[in-house]
């Protein structure tokens, strides 16, 4: 595309910082790639903004006006006068915030790139996002673990170990229910 400004690259390139998004960003760059997370409106998705947390929130209050109903049952005598939604709902935001900057810091300090703004795939590699492209490096590095690229036989002879640690050499055991099969 001609009006396409010069392609960043990453090694991983999520499209979407909910709890799926984040917590592969997080993943990929405990292994040791560099990561690009590209989110069009807030870290954190629907569980933190709009479902989950918020949910728990309310229902915290809720219970909280429950218990005191019926606290006479408990031997507990309290009166509950009045429900303030103003003063329920800046407690449910004040928890969201807390939790989005604890989100945005942690993204930082782990050197995730966020791209602000809707990604469109565009091929298999690369996401455009306002304009700019952005690629994945999944051609060239890390390999694919393809049999015919990466048979087992040659990873245990390698003489020498990667610059960086391949996600795909890591040692993972497939769960025993596999083998049964
Ligand atoms: C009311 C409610 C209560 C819930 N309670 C619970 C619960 O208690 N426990 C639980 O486990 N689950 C709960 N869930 C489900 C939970 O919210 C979802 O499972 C979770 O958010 C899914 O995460 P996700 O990353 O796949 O998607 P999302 O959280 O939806 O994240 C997707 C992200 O991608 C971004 N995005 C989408 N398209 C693009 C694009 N083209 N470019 C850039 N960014 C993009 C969006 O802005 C968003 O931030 C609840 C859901 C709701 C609605």
Not at 101 to 113: A, E, F, N, R, V
Request: charged share 20%; hydrophobic share 40%; glycine share 12%.
């Amino acid at each position: 595309m001609a009006d396409q400004a010069t392609a960043q690259e990453f090694d991983i390139l999520v499209l979407g910082g909910g709890s799926g998004g984040y917590a592969a960003a997080l993943r990929a760059v405990q292994l040791g790639l560099t990561v690009g997370l590209v989110e069009k409106a807030k870290l954190g998705g629907t569980c933190l903004h709009n479902g989950c947390i918020p949910t728990k929130a309310l229902l915290h209050s809720a219970e909280l006006a429950d218990h005191a109903r019926d606290s006479a049952k408990y031997g507990v005598n309290v009166t509950l006068d009045s429900i303030d939604i103003n003063a329920v709902n800046a407690y449910k935001d004040g928890i969201i915030a807390g939790k989005y900057k604890g989100l945005q810091g942690l993204i930082k300090s782990k050197g995730i790139t966020v791209i602000e703004g809707e990604g469109k795939l565009q091929g298999t590699d690369t996401v455009v996002v306002n304009g700019t492209a952005t690629r994945a490096r999944t051609s060239s590095w890390p390999p694919a673990p393809t049999p015919a690229r990466c048979p087992a036989s040659k990873l245990a002879a390698r003489s020498s170990p990667p610059t960086r640690p391949s996600p795909w050499t890591t040692s993972r055991r497939a769960p025993s229910s596999w083998a049964a099969a």
